[in-house]
T-cell receptor, first 112, second 115 residues
Framework: GQQLNQSPQSMFIQEGEDVSMNCTSS?????WLWYKQDPGEGPVLLIA?????ELTSNGRLTAQFGITRKDSFLNISASIPSDVGIYFC????????????FGKGTRLSVIA | KAGVTQTPRYLIKTRGQQVTLSCSPI?????VSWYQQTPGQGLQFLFE???????NKGNFPGRFSGRQFSNSRSEMNVSTLELGDSALYLC??????????????FGEGSRLTVL
């Protein structure tokens, strides 16, 4: 099946630092999404990207749909303790009845 | 607006048993998708139902099955449980299905432990 390579797998950062994570694939995706999963919860959608080159912000979060359509990145600025969790990228190969493909996640730990 | 509700939240079964998990989607959402989440494999797609019809199926054995009712509630069943089936099973709903916008609303999951 299709694979999304998400990196890094985990990261430990100091509160206030900026964070960057990315997702790459050998396939072209029409949609990229970023979800966050808090401990004991289901994933929650953070940002959805629908066009190559699109740059979208949601508060301290910024995500971009790569121009090649094979990658996406997520940045978090000025991290705070509640940013702790697992961040998943997800891609959709084509519109229509195509299920999302998820990356394996980036586990973020914030040290106060 | 109530979110996606999954029951039970936790359950323990033994090998060879079968289990049924339930999911109530957000009101008005017609699509329900199921995912298996394990530490090593991340989120693996099981199947998606839309208006009582299976729309997509992932690469899981036939022991994994599901259905959707006319009120959009969905159940998934795993028969002849194996140790490797231990996982968090997540249900996600959407208005028109994954293929439309990809925006899914997840429940908190049902954590299954197989002994």
């Amino acid at each position: 099946g299709q694979q999304l390579n998400q990196s890094p797998q985990s990261m430990f950062i100091q509160e206030g630092e900026d964070v960057s994570m990315n997702c790459t694939s050998s396939s072209i995706f029409n949609t990229w999404l970023w979800y966050k999963q808090d401990p004991g919860e289901g994933p929650v959608l953070l940002i959805a990207l629908y066009k190559a080159g699109e740059l979208t912000s949601n508060g301290r979060l910024t995500a971009q749909f790569g121009i090649t359509r094979k990658d996406s990145f997520l940045n978090i600025s000025a991290s705070i303790p509640s940013d702790v969790g697992i961040y998943f990228c997800a891609g959709q190969l084509s519109r229509g009845n195509t299920p999302l493909v998820f990356g394996k996640g980036t586990r973020l730990s914030v040290i106060a | 607006k109530a979110g996606v509700t999954q029951t039970p939240r936790y359950l323990i079964k033994t090998r060879g048993q079968q289990v049924t998990l339930s999911c109530s989607p957000i009101s008005g959402h017609r699509s329900v998708s199921w995912y298996q989440q394990t530490p090593g494999q991340g989120l693996q797609f099981l199947f998606e139902y839309f208006s009582e019809t299976q729309r997509n199926k992932g690469n899981f054995p036939g022991r994994f099955s599901g259905r959707q009712f006319s009120n959009s509630r969905s159940e998934m069943n795993v028969s002849t449980l194996e140790l490797g089936d231990s996982a968090l099973y997540l249900c996600a709903s959407s208005v028109l299905g994954q293929g439309n916008t990809g925006e899914l609303f997840f429940g908190e999951g049902s954590r299954l432990t197989v002994l």
